[in-house]
C-alpha cells in the first residue's frame, strides 16, 4: 500500500492538490495551523507536523515568505527517506534563493522539486485536462508526483533544470504583474505581447546568470505559464497590476485580493540581482520602482519604452 | 644537462621493487597497507560489476566496438612497438566480434576489463611509503639546493614544516578516519597539489590515501615510481572508450565500498583561471555516493564522508601557463599540459627559491566533513540534521524502508554535493598576500578601463601607476572589508595578511613574485607601483573575484570596477 501523500499549506492550492490527489485514490494529509475539514473520506487534516512523518511525498503549498519558517519546524519530523515538492513562485532574498535551497538547507530532506507550470487550483480541483512540470535533479521525486496527482486528465513532465523551473515561474509572476499594470493603461495586444516576450527575455538572462537553461523560459513553467496566466486565470498579480495603475495603494490591494501575492516582492529582489551581477532587468526595475510608489504610470511606460532596441 | 641525461636512462615503465619476503601489515597499519593482499581481489571485483552491467549480447557488442573504435582511433598514429601491438589487438577484436559467440563476447568483454583494470590499478609498497615519507620534504627542499641533498634528504623536511601549514578539523578528521572512508576533496591548481597534501598527512598523521593520477604524470620515472608504489591508479585521459571510465569508476567505488580513503580533484583539471573552482563536475568523487549505497544495500554500515579542502598558494608554480591557457579561447579545451612549468626543473629551482623565503608560501586549510548526502557529520560520524537530530544516512539511499542502488538518484546526490563542495571551498579559501596586492592592482586597472572588455584590459600592460600611498590606503581598506568577512566566517585570511601592515603585505607581494615569474607582475618606479603583467594580476587576484563587491572600497569607480570584476568569466 502506498504511503500517505502530505500537504502543507491549507489556502486554495494546497485544497486543490488535496482533492486532486484523494481523486487518484491516495491517502492524503492536509496539514494547516487552522485545519478546515474536507468532505472526501481519503483526506484527513492535521495541525501537527508529527502527523506527516508516515507519508513519503510532501508537497509544500505556502506563499514563499513561509516556506523557510516552516522548514524549520516541519525539518524536525522529516529524514533522508522524505520526497518535498514546493508550489510556490516565489525567490528568497536578493540572491534569488530559490525554494528548493531552502528545502535543502533548513531540513534533512534532498529529494527535492519544484511543480511549476498552468496549474491552477480549480482547475486541479475539478480535474480539468492540463499540464505541469516538475523540475527536479531525482527522477523518484518526478516519478511521486506523477503517481500523486497524475492521471489521464493531467500531464506531468519532468526536468532537471530545477533552477530554472524556480525562476522562470518566479519571473511568471513579475510579468503578469505588469501585464495587469499595462491592461488596466489601456495598452493594447501589440504592447502586451512586447512586454510578455521581452520580460521572458529578461527572465533567461537571469535564468542563465544562475546557471539555468533558456530552453527552461520557452517550455510550461515560462512561456506556458504565461499564456495561462494571460488568458486571465484568476491569478491574484494581475489583478493587483490593474490596482496599482488605478492608484489603490498596495497594501489595501493586497489585503482586498485576500492573497499573498508573489510578484510584489520579486520585482525588487530581481533588480538588486541584476545590479549586483551586471545583468540587464529594465522590467524588474520598473515595476519595483511601481511597487514603491516611486514612479507614475507615465514614467513606467517611458522607463520602458525609451531603452535601445537591439538585435533580438 | 646532466639531469636530462639522468632522466633519459631511467626506464620508462614504473619500477616495482623486489620482495623477498611478504610484508604482513600490523593491525594499526593503515587500509592502504593492505592493498596488495587485495589487489588480485579488487582486480576480479571490478569485473565483475563491468559483468552485470553489460549482461545482453547486444550491449557487449556495443561497448566492445566502441571500445575498438576509440582504441584504433588513438593508437594509429603510434609508430612504437607498444602503439603497434594495441593496434593489432583491436583491430582483431573489431573483426571477429561479430561472428562471436554469446560466451566469445563474454569471455572478450572479461579480457578486455581486465586488461584495463591492471593498467589503472596501483600498486602500494610500504617501503616506498616509509621512505618517501622521510625523503620527500628533503627532496623538494633540495631541489633548491642541490649541492645539500644528501644533507636535506635526511633532514625530515623541517624547512618544509615552516612552509606548508595547515589549518581545520584534522583532530575530527583523524577520529573519523578511524569510523569510515574519507574521500578528500580539494581545490586544484597546480601538480605540486598531490605532493604537498600527501606530506601534510603523513605530517599530521593522517592516513595515506588513493588517488587517480593523469597517466602523463608517470612519464616522469621518479614522479612514476613513487606514484604507482604509493596507491596511486592512473588515469589515462586519452582513451575515450566508455568501457575504460566504467571500469574506472568501477574501480573507485570498490576501493571506497572496501574502506580505502582516496582523494579526488573534483573540478577536473588545475584551476586555469585561478579562481576558486565554482563548477565542480566531481567526476569519481561521485562514486563516494555509489559506495555508500552499494554496501548499504547489502547490509555494510561504512560511513562515507566527504572533505573538502583548499590549498592556498602564495605563489602557483604553472601561474604563466596556466592563465595563458584560461584566455585562449581554444585552450580552454586543452586537458593535458605537458610542456608546462611543472616538467622544467629550472622553474622548480626557481620557484622554491621564492617560496623559500615566504612565511607559509602554502596553506591547506580542511573544512567540516559531510556525509554523501551533504549533512554535517559530528566528531562520532553520525550524521546531523539542521536541528542537530542524528541522521540515518541510509534513509536517502532508500525507498520504503529498502537500501537500492540507483544510479539516476546517486547522481542527483553527487550533484547537491558538488555545490555543497563549492560553497564550502569559498568559505575555506585562505587569501594570501599576493592575491590581495594583485586584487587591489586589477581593481584599479579596471577602474582605469570603464567598459572594456576583458582582453582590452588586458592589453594596458605597464600603463597604469598607482601612487604608493594610494596602493597602501586601498589595501588597508580592502583588508579591512576581508576581516569583516572573516569574522561572519565566510573566508579566511592568512596568517601574513592577518599581521602584517599594508606596505609590508605589498612588499612581501612584490618580492613573492619578482625572480619567481619571468616576466615582473609589478614594479615600483618613482614611488608608484606599475602593473606590468595584467594576465597574470587577473590570475592571482581571481582568487577574491566572488567577494570583489564586498571588498570594494567607497570610490564610486571603485564600486564599478568591482561589479565588473564580479561578473567575469573565470569558474574554471
Known sequence: MSAPVAIVGGGAFGRALATAAARVDRAVINWSRSPREFDHPKITTTSDFAALREAELVFLAVPSPHVPGLCHELGRHLDGGHLVAHVSRGVVGDDLETLTEVVRETTPVRRVGALAGPLVARGLSEGEPGGAIVGTLFPEVADAVRGALGGPSLRIYDTDDVIGVELASAFVSLITLAMGYAKAGGFGPGTLSVLATRGMAEATRVVQARGGSERTTAGLAGFGDLLAAMAEDGRPELALGRALWEGEPLDEAASRLGAYVEGVRIAEQIEHFGTRNQVQTPLAAAMAAVVAGKISQREAAALLMRRPARVE | ?572
Open chain 2, 1 to 572: 644537462m646532466l639531469a636530462t641525461l639522468a632522466m633519459s636512462l631511467l626506464p620508462k615503465r614504473p619500477l616495482h621493487l623486489p620482495r623477498l619476503r611478504t610484508y604482513v601489515p600490523e593491525p594499526s597499519d593503515p587500509k592502504i597497507f593492505w592493498f596488495n593482499s587485495e589487489r588480485s581481489d579488487i582486480l576480479q571485483d571490478v569485473v565483475r560489476r563491468i559483468m552485470e552491467r553489460y549482461e545482453a549480447d547486444d550491449a557487449i557488442e556495443l561497448v566492445i566496438g566502441d571500445a575498438a573504435y576509440h582504441e584504433i582511433r588513438r593508437l594509429e598514429h603510434r609508430t612504437d612497438e607498444a602503439g603497434r601491438k594495441g593496434l593489432e589487438y583491436w583491430r582483431g577484436v573489431i573483426r571477429r566480434v561479430g561472428r562471436m559467440s554469446s560466451e566469445g563476447k563474454h569471455e572478450t568483454l572479461r579480457e578486455i576489463s581486465m586488461r584495463m583494470a591492471k593498467d589503472v590499478a596501483g600498486n602500494f609498497d610500504p617501503r616506498v611509503y616509509k621512505f618517501a615519507a622521510r625523503a620527500v620534504p628533503g627532496l623538494l627542499t633540495g631541489v633548491m639546493n642541490p649541492s645539500n641533498l644528501m644533507r636535506n634528504v635526511l633532514d625530515s623536511g623541517t624547512r618544509l614544516d615552516e612552509l606548508v601549514s595547515v589549518e581545520g578539523p584534522v583532530e575530527k578528521l583523524r577520529a573519523l578516519q578511524r569510523k569510515g572512508t574519507m574521500l578528500l576533496l580539494p581545490t586544484h591548481s597546480s601538480n605540486l597539489d598531490s605532493l604537498a597534501i600527501a606530506w601534510v598527512l603523513f605530517r599530521e598523521a593522517l592516513a595515506p590515501v588513493v588517488y587517480g593520477a593523469g597517466k602523463n604524470l608517470f612519464t616522469n620515472p621518479i614522479i612514476s615510481f613513487f606514484m604507482h608504489n604509493l596507491g596511486a591508479y592512473r588515469v589515462d585521459r586519452r582513451v575515450r572508450a566508455r568501457l575504460y571510465k566504467d571500469v574506472l569508476k568501477a574501480y573507485s567505488s570498490i576501493m571506497v565500498e572496501r574502506g580505502y580513503h582516496s582523494l579526488f580533484f573534483p573540478g577536473g583539471t588545475r584551476s586555469r583561471s585561478g579562481a576558486i573552482e565554482q563548477r565542480l563536475k566531481l567526476g569519481l568523487a561521485g562514486t563516494g555516493v555509489e559506495a555508500f549505497a552499494r554496501n548499504r544495500a547489502r547490509g555494510v554500515n561504512r560511513p562515507v564522508f566527504f572533505v573538502p579542502a583548499t590549498i592556498n598558494y602564495a605563489l602557483v608554480l604553472e601561474a604563466e601557463t596556466l592563465v595563458e591557457d584560461h584566455l585562449k579561447e581554444a585552450g580552454r579545451a586543452r586537458y593535458i599540459i605537458e610542456d608546462d612549468e611543472f616538467s622544467r626543473l629550472e622553474r622548480w629551482i626557481a620557484f622554491f627559491k621564492r617560496v623559500q623565503s615566504a612565511e607559509s608560501a602554502c596553506v591547506i586549510r580542511f573544512g567540516e566533513p559531510l556525509d554523501p548526502f551533504c549533512n554535517p557529520v559530528d566528531e562520532d560520524g553520525r550524521s546531523m540534521a539542521p536541528d542537530g537530530r542524528v541522521l540515518d544516512p541510509g534513509s536517502y539511499v532508500s525507498r520504503r524502508g529498502t537500501a537500492t542502488v540507483d544510479g539516476a538518484r546517486d547522481a542527483a546526490y553527487t550533484r547537491d554535493l558538488g555545490r555543497a563542495i563549492a560553497k564550502a571551498y569559498v568559505k575555506e579559501t585562505v587569501v594570501m598576500a599576493t592575491q590581495l596586492v594583485a586584487h587591489v592592482l586589477f581593481r584599479r586597472l579596471c577602474r582605469a578601463t570603464p567598459g572594456l572588455d576583458l582582453f582590452a584590459r588586458l592589453r594596458h600592460r605597464g600603463d597604469i601607476a598607482v601612487p604608493m600611498d594610494e596602493l597602501v590606503a586601498d589595501v588597508a581598506q580592502t583588508r579591512d572589508g576581508l576581516r569583516k568577512l572573516e569574522l561572519e566566517g565566510r573566508v579566511h585570511l592568512s596568517a601574513a595578511i592577518r599581521r602584517a601592515e599594508p606596505d609590508q603585505i605589498i612588499t612581501r607581494a612584490l618580492d613573492a613574485w619578482s625572480g619567481y615569474h619571468q616576466k615582473p607582475i609589478a614594479r615600483v618606479l618613482g614611488g608608484s607601483v606599475i602593473a606590468e603583467d595584467p594576465n597574470l594580476l587577473l590570475y592571482y587576484q581571481n582568487r577574491l573575484r566572488l567577494f570583489a563587491p564586498e571588498i570594494a572600497g567607497s570610490h564610486p569607480g571603485d564600486r564599478q570596477a568591482a561589479l565588473e570584476i564580479a561578473a567575469m568569466e573565470g569558474a574554471r
